[in-house]
């Protein structure tokens, strides 16, 4: 029984087009997480949703939206892709003092 | 400057080795120190959590946290090929969640 799943595991689709990755937790966790990560391993954060609330948003084009619609799910979507935002795309979980559970990663690739 | 330090690699050593992995921080902020385990085309899982200063053994695995020097390492203990994957300390200050990663060591350990 997956903790964090998302979905799809694999996207490829061409520049200019919209594409969204679906997020979703079975551990009870308030707070969820987007990470990406470059080809260099480096994990950056994007958002972050406390309860349906967006608490984190770093500085990422207003391309990508996310949507929290309860406290187990959070998806992100992207608007008018670009060749570099090809990434592999993490959801994660946690509960306030423990370190986080992530999914398996969505790997984007912009053609 | 990174908030967070860590030499990407690789390294590589034989089975039965002595592995240390390094951090080093700029934020005295930081509280709680993770490593966590990466494997090829997998998402990040938590290996060690430390609050504060001091040692914490895991069975092969020894998280050391030094805030005065502002560093943290893992040692792995007769390291195994299976331990090959990448390793990355994040670290968290006492209120919020976000976390701030490492760039990440890839670990190959040779049969």
């Known amino acids: 029984d997956t903790a964090v799943s998302q979905t799809p595991k694999y996207l490829v689709t061409q520049m200019g087009n919209d594409k969204s990755i679906k997020c979703e937790q079975n551990?009870?966790?308030?707070?969820m997480y987007w990470y990406k990560q470059d080809s260099k391993k480096f994990l950056k954060i994007m958002f972050s949703?406390?309860?349906?609330?967006?608490?984190i948003n770093e500085t990422v084009p207003n391309r990508f939206s996310p949507k929290s619609p309860d406290k187990a799910h959070l998806n992100l979507h992207i608007n008018s892709l670009e060749l570099g935002d090809s990434a592999v795309y993490f959801c994660?979980?946690?509960?306030?003092?423990?370190?986080?559970?992530f999914g398996s990663g969505t790997r984007l690739t912009v053609v | 400057q990174k908030e967070v330090e860590q030499d990407p690699g690789p390294l590589s050593v034989p089975e039965g080795a002595i592995v240390s992995l390094n951090c080093t921080y700029s934020?005295?902020?930081?509280?709680?120190f993770m490593w966590y385990r990466q494997y090829s085309r997998k998402g990040p899982e938590l290996l060690m959590y430390?609050?504060?200063?001091g040692n914490k053994e895991d069975g092969r695995f020894t998280a050391q946290v030094d805030k005065s020097s502002k560093y943290i390492s893992l040692f792995i203990r007769d390291s195994q090929p299976s331990d090959s994957a990448t390793y990355l300390c994040?670290?968290?200050?006492?209120?919020?969640?976000?976390?701030?990663f490492g760039e990440g060591t890839q670990l190959t350990v040779n049969p």
């Open positions: 994660a979980s946690s509960q306030t003092t423990f370190g986080y559970t």
């Open positions: 949703y406390n309860n349906k609330e967006l608490i």
């Open positions: 994040a670290m968290r200050e006492t209120s919020g969640s976000r976390l701030t």
């Open positions: 430390t609050y504060s200063s």
């Open positions: 934020n005295s902020a930081f509280q709680y």
């Open positions: 551990l009870g966790h308030d707070t």
